[in-house]
């Protein structure tokens, strides 16, 4: 399974060490999980001014997600999808990623409930999904 993160559940796994976390484990070990740049660079956002981070420790988390991810280059939605331009973003990453599931936390993804096809779940119910497929 191809799984995209949204920024903040690669937030939550690198910075709460909860769910977001053993989902992030599970995919290196039953999926692929693929980013963009877009979610990298808001997620060195988020690192630096949410957690408050050291640049050093945010190069480290980078490196690790760029390690064990697939970075695909995206282009942009022909037409605005969510009311918050940085979901668009992760839609498009989910579209050129070829997404089996997109994972977030945020309502305004998952109240859209699956874009072109692809499944917009929480952290939860895509630990299902991973359960289910190898099963």
């Known amino acids: 399974m191809r ?3 949204d920024t903040n559940v690669l937030f939550a796994a690198f910075v709460a060490h909860g769910t977001c976390a053993g989902l992030y484990e599970e995919c290196l070990l039953k999926g692929r ?8 660079e808001e997620l060195r956002e988020k690192l630096l001014v949410k957690a408050k981070l ?18 695909v280059d995206v282009s942009p939605l022909e037409f605005p999808v969510c009311r918050d331009s940085d979901d668009d973003w992760v839609l498009a990453t989910a579209r050129s990623g070829s997404a089996d599931a997109l994972v977030t936390g945020d309502n305004d993804l998952l109240v859209l409930g699956g874009f072109d096809g692809i499944p917009i779940v929480t952290p939860r119910e895509c630990l299902g999904l991973l359960r289910r ?3």
């Open 54 to 71: 050291t640049a050093a420790e945010v190069g480290e988390v980078l490196s690790a997600v760029q390690s064990d991810a697939e970075i």
């Open 33 to 40: 999980i693929v980013v963009s740049k877009v979610i990298l």
């Open 133 to 135: 497929a190898q099963g």
């Open 3 to 5: 799984i995209i993160f």
